[in-house]
């Protein structure tokens, strides 16, 4: 499992309701059954991570996200999960605003494109960083909205959103003074626990 996972784990309330967009190959909701024994729904694309899923024992629905969340009751899931996607779609102001929604609260995970490294290759190279986070050339990259801490927590206050807790980190997962001190310039990784 992946190592933000773990982090954003904490925040889930045993016996809740969880909604997870764009859930992979279910894992993440699998360990979840297993531990803290919620009800889970996942949404997924992709129909070898559909099957994955189903082998897993998640309940997973095939829908794309980008079409909205109108099949889903407002405030039907305690926590909704967004991990590692939120760059890579076309509104995701859309999609938080139908988050917020269907869920009391939700946990966003982003690569944060304002970190120190990729400024400086940006700066040294003229060409768009690329790193284990961002493996991918300019041209056949998912991330379609490049998005900083900054421009994050703008959003939230635009919409306004509630923080209830923002964790920065590297990449191993861990938060350091620094990444405290000056998250958009340190942190590689934003994970964000939000509410209306």
Known sequence: MRADFLLI???????????DLGCGNGAFLAYLKQTKHIHDCGLEIDAANIEKCLDAGVNVIEQNME??????????FDTVVLAQTLQALQRPDMILDEMLRVGKNCILTFPNFAYWRHRVYLARLGRMPKSELLPYEWYDTPNVHLCTIHDFDALCREKRIRVLNRSVVDEQQRSKVLMRALPNLFGINAIYHITR
């Open 9 to 19: 784990q904490d925040w889930i309330a045993p016996h809740s309701r969880v909604l």
């Open 67 to 76: 079409q909205g969340l109108g099949n889903f009751e407002s405030q039907s």
